[in-house]
């Protein structure tokens, strides 16, 4: 009964290719914040390439999941934030997509088929400008990167109040 809901923060991409970072350069920030503010219990922060099977690994039997990834859009608007809520039954459209060959919707689906997504699942998808080879944020995504962890960590209180308050 006193057991803390297990809620997962995940950072997908390759943080050697510019704006596919954006997932990694999120979950460290946060880490690096826990260090001053502590992250609630039960919270774990991971790093994954987009990799189906690790992605469902990491979020299997988290209360909630959080997911940060790249995002490939026509038109592009770099540093756009899409919020994307995930039920069991669909996977929310967006026009963004993963800027992975296997994008986060693969592993949603083959989530939700073999009973394996978290009780809630939330995506931040971030609109890049530059997937090419090296280091670093371009400008207008690293610019989302701090009100991205003001949003991430809305989302786990948001859960915790209404997971305090039971079902409805």
Not at 23 to 42: D, K, N, Q
Not at 100 to 106: M, T
């Amino acid at each position: 009964m006193g057991r803390h809901p297990r809620i997962t923060v995940i950072g997908v991409g390759n943080e050697f290719r510019r704006d596919d970072g954006v997932g990694w350069a999120v979950a460290a920030r946060l880490l690096e914040r826990a260090g001053s503010r502590a992250l609630p219990a039960g919270t774990v922060v991971a790093t994954c390439d987009g990799d189906p099977a690790r992605l469902i690994g990491l979020w299997e039997g988290a209360d909630l999941a959080v997911v940060v990834d790249a995002a490939h859009a026509e038109p592009a608007h770099p540093g756009l934030v899409h919020r994307i809520e995930v039920d069991a039954e669909r996977l929310a459209q967006s026009p963004a997509t993963s800027s992975h060959g296997l994008g986060l919707g693969e592993a949603v689906e083959l989530a939700r088929v073999l009973g394996r997504l978290p009780g809630h699942l939330v995506v931040y998808a971030v609109e890049g400008a530059d997937t090419s080879a090296g280091a670093g944020l371009t400008p207008a995504v690293e610019g989302v990167v701090q009100p991205l962890l003001a949003s991430i960590q809305d989302e786990i209180a948001r859960h915790r109040v209404a997971r305090a308050r039971g079902p409805s």
